[in-house]
């Protein structure tokens, strides 16, 4: 019974990335806040109107690119983001909201965690001017604990519980 679970789980998910779709985006080159790489697991539940949401994320930030996954509770991937030199690429699953766009992902992310003075603010301004960050300490440990962003013009709340893993 529980190696039928397992492939059920498996056949699922398998189902679910391949029915991912591709969207292209142009974005600002990849710049590594404080020249430091990060591997970071991040626990993210909110609200998007009334559709409550978790996902769990992986954030891998390198000098040359950032790849972000998400999973639901389940398991499922739900998006992959690459953003590199060359732009952004984003793959979502078919059962993820048409919304969700991986541009406004990333510049809620430079908003949220890059440094205040780091050149990616200013870039960015057009989106991190509607956002009420709350920081459960300060800003340049935002990677390591949780924090409590809002947007009420677009509809959502969300608490980010981040984790930086040692390399």
Do not use: H
Not at 47 to 70: C, N, T
Not at 89 to 110: M, T
Not at 147 to 159: A, K, L, N, P
Request: charged residues 30%; hydrophobic residues 40%.
């Amino acid at each position: 019974m529980r190696i039928k679970s397992l492939f059920l789980l498996f056949l699922f998910g398998v189902t679910a990335c391949a029915t991912e779709t591709v969207r292209e985006a142009d974005f600002l080159p990849w710049d590594l806040p404080d020249g430091q790489t990060r591997e970071v697991v991040q626990l993210l539940d909110g609200r998007y109107g009334d559709k409550p949401f978790s996902l769990q994320i992986r954030l891998s930030m390198r000098e040359d690119k950032m790849l972000i996954a998400g999973v639901d509770p389940l398991g499922r991937r739900a998006f992959d983001i690459l953003w590199d030199d060359a732009g952004v690429r984003a793959a979502k699953a078919d059962w993820i909201s048409e919304e969700l766009n991986a541009v406004d992902i990333l510049k809620v992310i430079v908003a949220t965690y890059w440094p205040e003075n780091d050149p990616m603010q200013e870039k960015v301004r057009d989106r991190a001017g509607n956002l009420e960050i709350n920081y459960q300490s300060r800003r340049d440990n935002a990677w390591n604990e949780t924090v409590q962003i809002s947007d009420s013009e677009v509809g959502y709340v969300m608490t980010i519980v981040s984790y930086e893993l040692p390399e």
